[in-house]
């Protein structure tokens, strides 16, 4: 079960979900956690998000992708997405 990372809901096993694919600014290595839900913090938001890191071998990576976070719908995406444009230490590359 998943949570949304925007609005925090639960979304259930057959319920849709959206995923923001981001891309690690230069620096910042998370290999040590691939495969994992790790808690993230953003200072935009003053809070811990879960976040999804790609494995080395998994479409996201193969794409460009090093994280995911899965939201709700796409009103919770957007808002989500323009959270994590805010976090240019973290984050270079966002994609709905």
């Known amino acids: 079960m ?50 999804f890191v790609a494995t080395a071998d998994s479409e996201a990576k193969k794409h460009g992708k090093d994280g995911l976070f899965t939201v709700c719908d796409e009103k919770c995406g957007q808002k989500m997405k323009n959270a994590l444009s805010k976090e240019i230490n973290t984050f270079q590359n966002i994609d709905i």
């Open 2 to 51: 998943f949570r949304c990372a925007w609005c925090m809901k639960k979304i259930g096993e057959n319920q849709p979900l959206t995923a923001l694919n981001v891309k690690f600014a230069e620096g910042v290595d998370f290999k040590d956690k691939e495969g994992e839900i790790i808690q993230v913090y953003l200072s935009s938001r003053r809070t811990s998000i879960p976040m």
